[in-house]
């Protein structure tokens, strides 16, 4: 549907904002360097202050960077003004201008743009049935759900068909459950439309399930680009692997190296595992341990001691003690398990070609 | 770090909008040429005179007994004002906020002591004022039988300042009050602190930077007051008083130009203090919503000394505007009280037609101009970021501080002669045009004001948004601002017309033969004694505010935006 679909390419981009407070510079953003290839699903995702909304911003032209260009569709766009920008965005807050109706809020930009009338109608009318809110048209904005609210926003910037669309956050004002649906949906219409995205969340399900790839920023920087599989599996830092996901991480040392593999050393304990970060012989690392991908049991890699087992419906949680580290453990489907109570020794088990070293 | 690519960037970008910058423009010209620029010959006259700078203007003017005298009665005048009329609208506003009020007519006392002010000319009070407690007052000869009752001087002003201006303490106090948490008080209340500890450790602590806020706005009111010192002065003249009899009297302009440097500078330091340090005191001390509803007092023995307190105040307020009308109606006031219509007569068939004509036409082309131009700037301070923001929030805002009689010896010294003397723009003096833009001026604040605290409530990402999707400034303000602030832009629109056919202290310097206004008409037969025929027309004045402003909240109710969209 997307007349055609752009790439965004953000070349060393900076941005510098001053502390109103103590009137210090500091960087929002930070020689930031991204290439998001055209049709893709692709999500920002960080904690909040990370610089994620800035870039997001920098693109759709209501900020200006301090260094660097960004190109849509290979074109230079830093001059022009977000209104003559070939990008369409869905704010947090929906930003549906409430004196319109429905039909009227998803006409608006096509009217700007001199569209005839039934060309306007028949696109809102198309747009409209996409999203699902048919016979809303003539509803004021203040009449709708909040899910409601957030498909009129879709639709009003499908309807332009962008080069690029760009969501802020879009789905932080909607309850947990409507949260996953609104999702789902809009991943299906991107894919459906089969325009670029950018996507801006700080819940990292949500990222994880909607995106083709995840940029992950901290501190104005990107941590890391990757597809959800490959920031989970294989983050390259301890700051990814804490925020995606849960972790528990162990202080290692790496003893020798074979290969793909290593030697490490972890609480006074020997064992072998998978070596993708290629860490040397010799060097401290940190071995990273997903809570469901652990187990416990009497055979397994580390002595460990329990000191917490909780019944979670699920799963059962537990608190085990290596060395003098807490480990968290999620274990899945307990039912006819063995359930451990605190104060057992036992062993912890986990894949070693599974779990990685930083 | 260097911001210069994201600064050249925004310019680039600011400049791909000629609307917006054509407008931005065009108001600075406004600005400078019509509130700066009349200030600056103020300046000029009173500094430089024969090509040389010199304080020769000052010394004259300070020599003059006259002068020194005015400038203490000022300040005296503004201290009791202010101070009384703090104390009254607190009084009110606490009354309204923390006292249960058992009756509907005390509610609508209020409503209307709160109202009155707004719509009626700033003077009205002094006619009454005279008429009840005059040397043959209503009151003081016919009920109490004092034949030498003199209500002039200090002690009329100040009674007839303090009842102005006291409902507008009133209305800021009660949005101050009904910002404090009552959990605040409820919390101290159950430590075991009486009713009276609350107030002086909790509420008054909270308050008093308000009260000042209030206190400093009253004062600067009283002293810019031209109007009533005039009426009821007698003769205790203040600066705006001695401003003007310099001018009109003297023929001295130049004299007049540096008592109103004088006169500035009081108003202009008072302004800056309330705007820059007691706003943003009270801003931060009484941040967020109040929680939930306050439980109301409803121990007798505060209720009703305190009720019955407001209601006497009240009734007060509204005997005296009451009089007006009668003071029209009855044949000769202090001798025959029969009813008779011979004012209203005598009035149209003099130059009562006339005076409505020019004033209601004057400020029905001011007001539109006036709304508009507010919420223009507004949309700029709140919405827009580009160089001369500062400058031209300041400078709107200024214009509050300017005392209208002020103004009106700028206007003459700068554009008497044209614009600075050169006569370039003479053609403007003596005209319609220019009292139009007096009015303009003269009500930008109020509207710029509002229009600001209206467009701060907008969520900045729907103007956003209609950016985004491709609408350009001026498209963004006519299609999502404008629609979205109706409300503000049409009671700016009311406002501006009641305040600039209200409005006497800068025209009545400007004015010229050619046109009659309904104020100065009404000053010019006070003095000469006529009070029937002032009031007369007093009578018809507050009829026209009146309807407007019923009328404006009728189309309001009707056709405004807000409720439809901000009702969740």
Known sequence: ?358 | MAKSQSASLERKKFFADPILVSMIVVLVVFLLLFILYPLLMLLIDSFYTEGKVTLDVFKRVLSMKRFRTAFGNTVVLGLITGICSTLIGLLFAYVEEYVKVRTKFLEKLFGVVSMLPVVSPPFVLSLSMIMLFGRSGLITRKILGIYDSNVYGLKGIAIVQIMTFFPVCYMMLKGLLKNIDPSLEEATRDMGASRWKVFTSVTLPLLLPGLGNAFLVTFIESVADFANPMLIGGDYDTLATTIYLQVTGAYDSTGAAAMSVVLLSLTLILFLIQKYYLEKKTATTLTGKASRARMPIEDRSVTVPLTVLCSLAALFVVIMYIMVPFGALFKLWGRDYSLSLKWFQYMFKTSGLKAFRDSIVLSLIAAPLTALLSMIISYLVVKRKFRLKAFIEFVSMLAMAVPGTVLGIGYIRGYANGVFRTGFMQGLYGTGLILILVFIVRSLPTGTRSGISALRQIDPSIEESAYDMGANSARVFLTVTLPLIKDSFLSGLVTAFVRSITAISAVILLVTPQYLLITCQINEQAEKGNYGVACAYATVLILITYSMVMIMNAIIRVFGTSRTIRED
Request: glycine share 8%; net charge neutral.
């Open chain 1, 1 to 358: 549907m997307a007349k055609e679909k752009k790439g965004v390419r953000l070349e060393h981009i900076s941005k510098i904002y001053q502390d109103p407070k103590t009137k210090k510079e500091f960087y929002a953003v930070q020689d930031t360097t991204l290439d998001i290839e055209p049709g893709t699903f692709v999500t920002l995702l960080g904690p909040s202050g990370c610089g994620k909304t800035t870039t997001l911003r920098m693109i759709a032209g209501f900020e200006s960077p301090d260094e660097g260009e960004i190109y849509l569709g290979g074109e230079p766009i830093n001059a022009l003004t977000p209104n003559k920008r070939d990008t369409a965005m869905v704010f947090q807050s929906y930003a549906l201008l409430p004196h319109y109706n429905v039909f009227d809020n998803v006409a608006y930009g096509l009217k700007l743009r001199k569209v005839p009338k039934e060309t306007i109608k028949e696109k809102v009318t198309a747009i409209l049935k996409l999203v699902e809110l048919e016979g809303m048209e003539s509803r004021m904005t203040n009449q709708l759900s909040g899910g409601q609210q957030q498909r009129v926003a879709l639709a009003r910037a499908l309807v332009l068909e962008p080069g690029v669309l760009l969501f802020d956050e879009p789905l932080s004002n909607l309850d947990a459950k409507l949260r996953v649906t609104m999702r789902t949906e809009i991943r299906k219409i991107q894919q459906a439309v089969g325009i670029t995205a950018v996507y801006v969340t700080h819940d990292q399900s949500e990222a994880m399930s909607i995106s083709d790839k995840i940029i992950i920023m901290s501190k104005g920087k990107v941590e890391q680009i990757g597809s959800p599989q490959e920031v989970y599996y294989h983050p390259n830092s301890r700051f990814v692997a804490d925020f995606i996901g849960e972790a528990n991480f162990l202080d290692a040392k790496v003893e020798s190296v074979s290969g793909e593999n290593a030697d490490i050393v972890v609480a006074g304990q020997r064992l072998t595992v998978r070596n993708h970060t290629h860490i040397p012989a010799g060097k401290e690392a940190v071995l990273v341990l997903r809570p469901e991908a652990c187990g416990l049991g009497k055979e397994g890699l580390l002595d460990c001691e329990v000191t917490l087992s909780t019944f979670m419906g699920s799963y059962q949680y537990y608190h085990a003690l290596v060395g003098n580290k807490t480990v968290q453990i999620t274990d899945y489907n307990p039912v006819n398990k063995t359930i451990y109570k605190a104060g057992d020794k036992v062993k912890l088990n986990f894949d070693p070609n599974g779990v990685y070293i930083l």
